[in-house]
T-cell receptor, first 113, second 110 residues
Framework: KAGVTQTPRYLIKTRGQQVTLSCSPI?????VSWYQQTPGQGLQFLFE???????NKGNFPGRFSGRQFSNSRSEMNVSTLELGDSALYLC????????????FGNGTRLTVT | QKEVEQDPGPLSVPEGAIVSLNCTYS??????FMWYRQYSRKGPELLMY????GNKEDGRFTAQVDKSSKYISLFIRDSQPSDSATYLC??????????FGTGTSLTVIP
């Protein structure tokens, strides 16, 4: 079974631009979560989607948004990029929204210059 | 105070040693716990998923949860150079939004 697929793997953007990251979950997994990973803060929860609905949201500004499609694929968008948004963005899928382990993709490395 | 605290290391051990990795958490409502291994330039790879207290064993890995002291541990037996990676612990109250430690860097020396 294929794992979680994230595209693109690397992105370089300029301050003020916006970016869209894509995630395809493991087949049959209906819950998708997004995390930001930085050296200083570790993994921080962004949001979680199940059945195209956002169920939970972390403590990030409104510039960070996401959505989930009917096939469970998900995208996250960051508008008006700041230097501090440089990070590894990880998508994780799980079978159910609760009581189910997270399976991560290899992430999208975003660099903002 | 972070929800999950983890000693960043680095930890260096000889091949074949038993490795003990530890985390503490602050939220007494946490019931779900996970351990991940992350290699450089890769995403976290799930090692163990446990619910509530007690031990769980999978091959060379044993996860231990002590809810009374809010302490979680991962033991690696017969450590191999291929175990060299960063290890992440995580906890959750309802099994959806997980809080992660910042990771412990482990090097196993041949």
């Amino acid at each position: 079974k294929a794992g979680v697929t994230q595209t693109p793997r690397y992105l370089i953007k300029t301050r003020g631009q916006q970016v869209t990251l894509s995630c395809s979950p493991i087949s049959g997994h209906r819950s998708v979560s997004w995390y930001q990973q930085t050296p200083g803060q570790g993994l921080q929860f962004l949001f979680e989607y199940f059945s195209e609905t956002q169920r939970n949201k972390g403590n990030f500004p409104g510039r960070f948004s996401g959505r989930q499609f009917s096939n469970s694929r998900s995208e996250m968008n960051v508008s008006t990029l700041e230097l501090g948004d440089s990070a590894l963005y990880l998508c994780a899928s799980s079978l159910r929204p609760v009581d189910s382990p997270l399976h991560f993709g290899n992430g999208t490395r975003l660099t903002v210059t | 105070q972070k929800e999950v605290e983890q000693d960043p290391g680095p930890l260096s051990v000889p091949e074949g040693a038993i490795v003990s990795l530890n985390c503490t958490y602050s939220n007494s409502a946490f019931q779900y716990f996970m351990w991940y291994r992350q290699y450089s330039r890769k995403g976290p790879e799930l090692l163990m998923y446990t619910y509530s207290s007690g031990n769980k064993e999978d091959g060379r890995f044993t996860a231990q949860v002590d809810k009374s002291s809010k302490y979680i541990s991962l033991f690696i037996r017969d450590s191999q150079p291929s175990d060299s990676a960063t290890y992440l612990c995580a906890g959750s109250e309802a099994g959806n939004q997980f809080y992660f430690g910042t990771g412990t860097s482990l090097t196993v020396i041949p």
